[in-house]
Structures are given as C-alpha cells and as structure tokens.
C-alpha cells in the first residue's frame, strides 16, 4: 500500500471519527466512561480467564461485577435518604417562618418564607426533571453495560485494528501510551474512593464536636458526595450553616463553614488525592490536581477522570521525547 493511500485511509478515519463526535455527542460521556471501566477491568478479566471461564461468559461477569457496583451505589445513597426521610421531612417542616441575625450589634430578620418556597420550587423541578430523565438515564445504562461488555469480549480485535493503521516503529510509543493509561485509569478509581473513604472519617469527629445529630449519617453523606464532582461535600456544610443560621445560631454557622470547610470539604482533595497521586499513578500530586480541576471547570463531571488521565499522557509523551532526544529509547512492556 502506497504512502499516499495510507494518509488518505487515515484522513478518512479522523474525519468518520469527528463525525461520530458531532452525531453521538449526548453519549460521548457514557462511551468515554464505559472505556475507562473497561480498561480497568481487563485485569478481571483476565483473572476469571484464567480460571477456566470462557472469553464471554468472564466479560459477562466482569460487566455485571461494575454494572452492579454502580447501581449499588446511587441505590445505597437513596437507602440512606429514604431510611432519614422522617428527619428530613421533620427538619424542612420545623423552619421557622422568619428568624434574625445580630451583627455587629444590629439585628436583621430574615424572611425565611421566600427561601422556602425557592427551595420547594426548585426540589419540585429538580423532580420532575430527573423523572423525566429516568428513560435516557436507564438508555445509557444499557449503552454503558453493553459497551464494556463489548470491549471485554472483543478486546483483542480492538487493539489489532487500532494498531493496523500504526507503523512498526512507532508502536512501543502506542504501547507505552497504553500502559501509562492504564496505571492513570486504575489510580483515578482507587484515588476516588479512598478521599471517599478519607472524607467519611475525617467528618466523623468533625460533625461529633460541632455537635450535630446522626453524625454517622452525615460523615457517609460526606463521603457519598466525593464522587458527584464539582457538588462535593462543600454542599452538605454549606446546608449545614444554612441550618445553624436558621436556629439564629451565627457562631455554629462560622464554626462549621471554616471547620467543616477545610477539614472537609477541602482536606481529603488536597491531601489524599495530592500524596497517592504520586504512588498510583506515577504523577507529581500538582500535575493531578491541575488535571483533576482543569477537567472539571473545562469539560464537566467526566472531567475528573478526563483531566488526569490527559495530564499523564502528556508527561508520558514528554519522557518518550526526552528518552529519544537523549539517544537512549523508552518504550513500556505490557
């Protein structure tokens, strides 16, 4: 095949490629994820291979292994709401109509009817928005666990035709790229739950000594909202103060907006994510947490995974150049 041909045929590809991103763009986020899952789960895979499981019967298992651990968690987060529904519901009733404020030795009554009602208006929307999202929810979760099936049971075949169309001499590049995305994908998971896990028990004594009821509840909040990027447990203090504010309690309310804040809300992120960064993924914690932010103020929730894992492939990119540069090549072994 001529040279000629060769960058034509690629040509085509980029443009069919760009193509598909403009036509399934509502779905890029559920393919980008479900390749990431996939990634991470090929050691599973292989393991359950290994043990005598035919190719799709372990693809099939290691799809219902994330599938499931997926499903579980949002549905264990609304267990949690419905078993506190009675405290909730007691607590939203129990607002007073109007409280004040004293600063600085005036007094301000607050009119708290309207942020009710805004708070009513907006839960009632929010409601019938995510009801009217449930078919397109249950659509790209079928989309999703048929992707990372997909990819399992056919994952020899993908790498075969990504690699065709790559010269011989440049596929250590691809493969040292892959690995790197590979150790980048497993550490972002691992890195995630553990400030999951970091959050729940620093909140613990946090919400124990500012004095707040279900201290257990709050701390798995905490922990639970790790993993909505951009939200984050900086929502629960801040309702928190919200509520110290309304009992006319400014000091609790300034106690737990600087505590819960930083121990919080700001502690697990910078510390946790920062210090493995580097063990897991190989990468100087500021790097990750450029990436971390970057991907999200840039491209949304996917970002958090989207943002480091572009981050590692561009230092990856710069050792491959600097290794050449330097006469002695790099390239990684699976």
Do not use: C
């Amino acid at each position: 095949m001529s040279a000629r041909r060769q960058w034509v045929l690629a040509g085509v590809l980029v443009l069919l490629g760009l193509l598909s991103a403009a036509v399934l763009f509502d779905v890029l986020g559920t393919v980008f994820f479900a390749v990431t899952v996939a990634y991470v789960l090929v050691p599973l895979h292989q393991r359950f291979v290994e043990r005598g499981m035919p190719s799709w019967w372990a693809s099939a298992a290691s799809t219902a292994v994330a599938f499931v651990g997926v499903l579980l968690f949002f549905a264990s987060f609304g267990f949690l709401v419905y078993r506190r529904r009675d405290d909730l519901l007691r607590f939203l009733l129990g607002l007073p109509e109007s409280f004040t404020v004293e600063l600085l030795g005036a007094a301000y009554t607050i009119d708290a009817g309207v942020l009710t009602e805004l708070a009513r208006t907006y839960l009632g929307a929010g409601v019938i928005a995510l009801a009217r999202l449930a078919p397109v929810l249950a659509l790209k979760g079928t989309l999703f666990a048929l992707l990372v099936f997909a990819l399992l049971v056919r994952r020899r075949e993908a790498r075969r035709a990504l690699l065709a169309p790559i010269p011989h001499a440049y596929r250590d590049v691809v493969a040292a790229l892959h690995e790197r995305t590979r150790e980048t994908l497993s550490a972002i998971y691992v890195l995630q739950a553990a400030t999951a896990v970091g959050t729940f028990l620093v909140a613990l004594p946090v919400f124990y000594v500012l004095g707040y009821e279900f201290v257990f509840t709050l701390a798995l909040v905490a922990g639970f909202l790790q993993f909505l990027p951009i939200v984050g447990p900086s929502f629960l203090v801040v309702l928190l103060a919200v509520y110290r504010v309304t009992a006319n309690d400014v000091v609790g309310a300034v106690l737990v907006l600087v505590l819960g804040g930083v121990v919080v809300g700001w502690l697990p992120d910078a510390v946790i994510r920062t210090r493995l960064a580097r063990q897991t993924a190989n990468l100087p914690g500021s790097l990750y947490f450029i990436g971390f932010t970057g991907g999200l103020l840039s491209v949304g929730p996917i970002g958090f995974i989207a943002g480091p894992l572009v981050v590692a492939l561009l230092a990856e990119a710069t050792e491959l150049l600097a290794a050449e540069v330097n006469g002695h090549g790099h390239a990684r072994t699976e």
